[in-house]
Antibody
Framework: QVQVVQSGAEVKKPGASVKVSCKAS????????MHWVRQAPGQGLEWMGWINPNTGGTHYAQKFQGRVTMTRDTSISTAYMELSRLRSDDTAVYSCAREKLTGYYEPFDYWGQGTLVTVSS | EIVMTQSPATLSVSPGERATLSCRASQSVSSNLAWYQQKPGQAPRLLIY???TRATGVPARFSGSGSGTEFTLTIYSLQSEDFAVYCCQQYNSWPRTFGQGTKVEIK
């Protein structure tokens, strides 16, 4: 069955970087976009961007451009999201979610379990 | 950016009753609207897409309606496992945006 398993919780100091992984199984990894979404404490969901695992192409939300890098390793069906120059307001649960690569509008049909990133001095 | 506004923020409902949740978009998203269920410590679950199509395995008591800017999620005869946060998302344009969520709690 479809599974999307993320790496474990991280604690980082302000100014550092964090890299979260998202390992997919049970489906064709290159047939689905992988999106990254975060949720700060008490806040709603915030979309960060996507990567096309087939081409490596990316599209980032304007808010994160220059600070976020999304990559993938197709040999192990894993997507990565790296966020740099961390601030305290980057403390959030970071989730990956897949979207079928159809060329049409599609929802996020499977999500990872989320990775808590805490930024604290 | 399309702003998604959900109401109410919290809905208190007794088991077996009906819950009606609203989601409004700041501009038309056609029918490209999804509803997700969130429970603490769990991955969000896709319930409804295309405004009204239930995702695989979603019980028939979940019903979505609407198009354009006004959408509704109705949960008929609430079960214990349905008490959760429900979030709408538009996937009609970039960036993808979400509502703040409606918490459905036991009355």
């Amino acid at each position: 069955q479809v599974q999307v398993v993320q790496s474990g919780a991280e604690v980082k100091k302000p100014g550092a970087s964090v890299k979260v992984s998202c390992k997919a199984s049970g489906y064709a990894f290159t047939g689905y976009y992988m999106h990254w979404v975060r949720q700060a404490p008490g806040q709603g969901l915030e979309w960060m961007g996507w990567i096309n695992p087939n081409t490596g192409g990316t599209h980032y939300a304007q808010k994160f451009q220059g600070r976020v890098t999304m990559t993938r390793d197709t040999s192990i069906s894993t997507a990565y999201m790296e966020l740099s120059r961390l601030r305290s307001d980057d403390t959030a649960v970071y989730s990956c979610a897949r979207e079928k690569l159809t060329g049409y509008y599609e929802p996020f049909d499977y999500w990872g379990q989320g990775t808590l990133v805490t930024v604290s001095s | 950016e399309i702003v998604m506004t959900q109401s109410p923020a919290t809905l208190s409902v007794s088991p077996g009753e009906r819950a009606t949740l609203s989601c409004r978009a700041s501009q038309s998203v056609s029918s490209n609207l999804a509803w997700y269920q969130q429970k603490p410590g769990q991955a969000p679950r896709l319930l409804i897409y295309g405004a009204s199509t239930r995702a695989t395995g979603v019980p028939a008591r979940f019903s979505g309606s609407g198009s354009g800017t006004e959408f509704t999620l109705t949960i008929y005869s609430l079960q214990s496992e349905d008490f959760a946060v429900y979030c709408c998302q538009q996937y009609n344009s970039w960036p993808r945006t979400f509502g703040q969520g409606t918490k459905v709690e036991i009355k």
